[in-house]
């Protein structure tokens, strides 16, 4: 991991191998010219205020995500400067948005793959402000690099190794609030990128007996308490919908529950995530070309995972529950047959019409086993649906709840911490397409608005009087194109922050 360092230096003395600074596209009153952000003001000095002009000389144009490079001026002791992008500045003159702070520390992160040491001299107007920036930092360098070789004459796999050490220049080393800042990014950094190198993982070596096992090694380190239930627990305690799904693959499913309950804490949160670690299809076999990335079907489980973790190293004072509901859906002669009915751990029947329809079956056994708990509210997360792609695209995840206002809710939240999100609506009408003549419900129902459909039936497996929410992750939990902003190619670790914001709202008693 980047290790993150608050520096009241000036930019031209510090020893590093890069100075990043920021520039933004002009306001229209403006006429579009390139802005200095704050922070460049030393390294605009030393060119004699005409660092700008020397920027768009080179090409630069402040679009967000833009870097370019060019030789530290004489008197520096780093050889570099990276001038990285912020987007269209405000037009009132504010400082960027806490967003864009993050995206572009992350892509200088990334440019300086390699590298040792960097300044970052950005701006840092407030708490907040830090925050942002050494979060997109830890995320933006992040890579996955487990399965590469190393060269000889290299430590780092792949050649280069990840920026190992950035200095955030104006941030405050004793200013109580700049420091917590900085812990609370490194800490929720860390557990995402935990949550990625999960997603990240091979399927051959994450199946749901290692995840649980990884889940009980990180428990133990941060006192958090761990309980898994393997097949024959589930099966003594009727957990229908996860063995069902299970039944198929060699490699037995678990139901792992993890506990952080600090002393004065009053409210409770469940975190429910869908953990399907290789997913197949089952007897409704995905055709080629949909199976790829299959791996990933279970970054909600590794979501829940790492905010849990996260929330323990916060030490907030509020009780989180996680529950990662892990199987392989696999076909074989002990899968589930389409036709077949489960029996569920509501002691609901299911009418199973489709095998490739997994994700909903695991997911309500394990709502209902956090309903018996009556915590304050459950979010699920989830690769649930490709119509959610279809609805909202590959970077936006869906939201959808029994309660309105907290729907709204979680959609602030989503979108304080940076991960675009959209209130999605559960109507009535399409319950009905889940009657089935032979069980209390089926797990298909009408295809358009198949994921709303799949919200209706999670809603059947939800305590009476619970509040809920669901996110259908399916679009921004994998990356399969290029990396942007601080997101790399491959898991995201999608709706860790999302949950730790949540977390964070209700310890201070601003949620529900």
């Known amino acids: 991991m980047t290790a993150l360092t608050l520096s009241t230096a000036a930019a031209p003395g510090l020893r590093a191998d890069a100075i990043v600074i ?38 630069a144009s402040g679009a967000e995500g ?147 096992a990884l889940a009980q090694t990180a428990a133990k380190e941060h006192g958090i308490k761990v309980q898994v239930l393997d097949e024959k627990a589930l099966a003594k305690d009727g957990y229908g919908g996860i063995l069902g799904v299970g039944g198929g693959s060699a490699s037995a499913p678990r139901l792992v529950k993890l506990s952080y309950t600090p002393a004065n804490a009053s409210k409770h949160l469940a975190f429910v995530g869908k953990g399907i670690t290789y997913d197949s299809g089952g007897i409704s076999l995905k055709p080629a070309g949909h199976n790829e990335t299959m791996k990933c079907d279970m970054s909600g489980a590794a979501a829940v995972f790492a905010a849990v973790v996260a929330a323990a190293r916060l030490g907030l004072e509020v009780n989180v529950t996680g529950w990662l509901a892990l199987a392989e859906n696999m076909p074989s002669g002990t899968a589930t047959r389409p036709g077949d009915v489960l ?44 119509a959610m792609m279809l609805a909202l695209g590959a970077r936006t ?68 009087g619970i509040t809920w929410a669901h996110l259908d992750i399916a679009g921004p939990a994998f990356n399969e194109g290029g990396p942007f902003g601080y997101t790399p190619k491959g898991g995201t670790g999608t709706a860790v922050r999302t949950l730790v914001r949540l977390a964070e709202l209700t310890a201070a008693g601003e949620l529900g």
């Open 22 to 59: 920021g520039v933004a596209r002009g306001p229209a009153s403006r006429s579009g010219d390139l802005v200095l952000a704050p922070g460049a003001e030393a390294v605009d000095q030393a060119y004699d205020g005409r660092l700008a002009g020397v920027l768009e000389t080179l090409g």
């Open 397 to 464: 995840f869906g939201i959808m709840a029994n309660d309105d206002a907290f729907r709204s809710a979680v959609h602030e939240a989503a979108e304080e911490v940076g991960e675009p999100a959209w209130p999605m609506p559960l109507p009535e009408h399409l319950r009905k397409g889940m009657d089935s003549p032979t069980a209390d419900i089926a797990n298909m129902g009408e295809r358009m608005g198949g994921g709303l459909v799949a919200g209706l039936f999670l809603r059947e497996f939800v305590g009476e």
């Open 66 to 212: 833009e870097v370019t490079k060019l030789p530290a001026p004489a008197g520096f002791k780093a050889p570099l400067v990276l001038a990285v992008g912020l987007g269209a500045a405000p037009e009132d003159g504010a400082s960027p948005d806490a967003e864009a702070l993050r995206r572009a520390a992350g892509v200088a992160a990334r440019a300086l793959t390699g590298s040792k040491k960097a300044a970052f001299a950005l701006p840092l107007t407030d708490a907040g402000d830090v925050g942002a920036v050494a979060e997109g930092v830890v995320l933006g360098a992040y890579s996955f690099d487990t399965y590469k070789e190393s060269p000889k004459d290299s430590k780092a796999k792949n050649g280069k190794a990840p920026l190992a050490e950035a200095a955030l220049l104006g941030g405050k080393p004793r200013d109580a609030a700049h420091k917590a800042a900085l812990a609370r990014a490194t800490a929720v950094g860390e557990e995402l990128n935990r949550a990625r190198d999960l997603i990240n993982m091979p399927p051959n070596d994450l199946n749901p007996e290692a995840f649980a």
């Open 343 to 386: 029996r569920m751990y509501s002691g609901k029947t299911v009418e199973v019409l489709n095998t490739d329809a997994e994700g909903r079956l695991v997911l309500a056994d394990a709502l209902w086993a956090a309903s018996q708990e009556k915590p304050d509210a459950i979010v699920d997360v989830a690769t649930l649906t490709g």
